[in-house]
């Protein structure tokens, strides 16, 4: 286990910084056209999106405590709303072990540096895991300048760390040097902790030395989780990467369309996204882009329900898996494979399976199960229905309601 508060013994940090230190809510309220820009930014921001807030309300109420976690071979600076920080477990769990040597640092072609694979991943491989080197609330209540904030975090870190967090890039320009580098590398992240009074306070800043080096693509290689229970950050391939190739990742959702990508990627991180999904050669290229992520944004929100389909006699026994192929075309064509493609994996097994079609049904669930590579409790449920395909819940269902045959697709 890993001790959470280390308040007694920041032991790398400079030893002038007190152990634990306490930043108060702001003595007097800031004026009601800063607390209004503040409320539209929020309900704003794709990472809040809070629709009720209201910040003249928090910053009369927050107070903060800032420590240092310490980790096996790794420390955190971390600043905490106390409100958050009181509903932390006490103890996280060790993260599973990081694979040895699949990435390394080094310079793209335009955009800085990146990571890079060291060696082929399949789909679903663990790129890392890692520890956070700081956090710090995504909305920050407090009297005192941001700049000094971030000073008082950065100057808790051991000279090594600190050096390493002031040598990410920044890409802001109207802001303070360290706020900047906060702001050009950190990730938001959920701190799920149960009964949170105020939602908001659960959205932070985490930033990564090493998965702080990914760049951006809107067709992502990687996808990253945060776990709360271990306080570290999952990296995944989501398809399969070559050795040498750049390991991206989403900084924003990627089902918007082009023009909207680009302004939330300005708005939030100042640069214009040099990837190669928006490196389109025409209008019409990009109006297809759009329209596929505007599709495969809705595909499930317009889907009919699996049982509905299979009870329903006037739905054609095609219908949903056609729909699926369609999305994982879209998916492919898009680079989103982000967006659980593997859910339209299992659903066509699904399908099948209710049909009653062994030979598609194995093909499909064996896939399914293929992906599922960190999922031990999914891999069970599709090798037992692999194993013994009528234990598949709905084997059958459709054709006996629809009483005819699927043409093969
Ligand atoms: C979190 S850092 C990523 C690592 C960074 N390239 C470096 O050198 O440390 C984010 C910055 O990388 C650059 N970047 C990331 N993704 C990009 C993209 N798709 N197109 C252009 N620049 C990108 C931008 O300057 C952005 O502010």
């Not at 109420?61 to 600076?77: I, K």
């Amino acid at each position: 286990m890993i001790a959470k508060d280390c308040a007694s013994s920041s032991s790398s940090g400079p030893s002038s910084s007190p152990a634990r230190c306490r930043f108060s809510a702001a003595p007097t309220p800031p004026p009601p056209h800063v607390c209004a820009r503040i409320n539209a930014q929020v309900t704003s921001d794709p990472v809040l999106a809070r629709p009720n807030f209201d910040f003249d309300q928090h910053v009369r109420s927050r107070s903060y405590t800032m420590q240092n976690f310490a980790f096996e071979d790794f420390e955190a600076a971390v600043l905490l709303d106390e409100g958050v920080e009181s509903l932390l477990p006490e103890t996280f769990h060790p993260p599973c072990p990081a694979p040895l040597y699949t990435f390394e640092i080094g310079a793209t072609e335009n955009d800085g540096l990146g990571m890079f694979a060291l060696k082929d991943m399949p789909a679903g491989s663990l790129v890392l895991v890692e520890h956070p080197v700081m956090v710090a609330p995504y909305l920050l209540g407090i009297g005192v300048p941001l700049a000094d904030v971030y000073a008082e975090i950065f100057g808790r870190l051991s000279p090594d760390l600190c050096d390493e967090l002031m040598d990410l890039s920044n890409s802001m320009e109207d802001c303070d040097l360290l706020e900047g580098i906060v702001r050009t590398n950190a990730l938001g992240i959920q701190l799920e902790v149960p009964d949170v009074p105020n939602p908001e306070l659960t959205t932070h800043r985490a930033v990564f030395l090493n998965t702080s080096r990914c760049n951006h693509s809107c067709g992502p290689n990687a996808r990253w989780e945060w776990d709360t229970n271990t306080f570290s950050l999952y990296l995944t391939a989501v398809r399969p990467i070559r050795k040498g190739e750049e390991i991206t990742i989403q900084y924003i959702a990627c089902t918007q369309s082009r023009k909207e990508r680009h302004a939330t990627l300005h708005s939030l991180y100042n640069f214009t996204c040099a990837c190669k999904y928006c490196a389109l050669p025409s209008h019409d290229a990009i109006r297809t882009s759009d329209a596929t992520r505007a599709a495969l944004e809705s595909f499930w929100r317009v889907l009919p329900p699996f049982e509905e389909w299979c009870l329903d006699p006037i739905m054609a026994p095609d219908a949903l898996i056609k729909r699926h192929f369609d999305a994982l075309k879209m998916i492919k064509q898009e680079g989103l494979q982000v967006l659980d493609a593997e859910k339209h994996v299992d659903a066509i097994a699904m399908c099948y399976g209710s049909l009653a079609d062994l030979e598609l049904f194995t093909a499909w669930a064996g896939r399914a199960k293929d992906a599922k590579l960190h999922d031990a409790k999914q891999t069970l449920v599709f090798a037992k229905w692999l194993s013994n395909p009528v234990s598949f819940p709905a084997w059958g269902w459709k054709k006996t309601f629809c009483g005819r045959e699927l043409g093969k697709l």
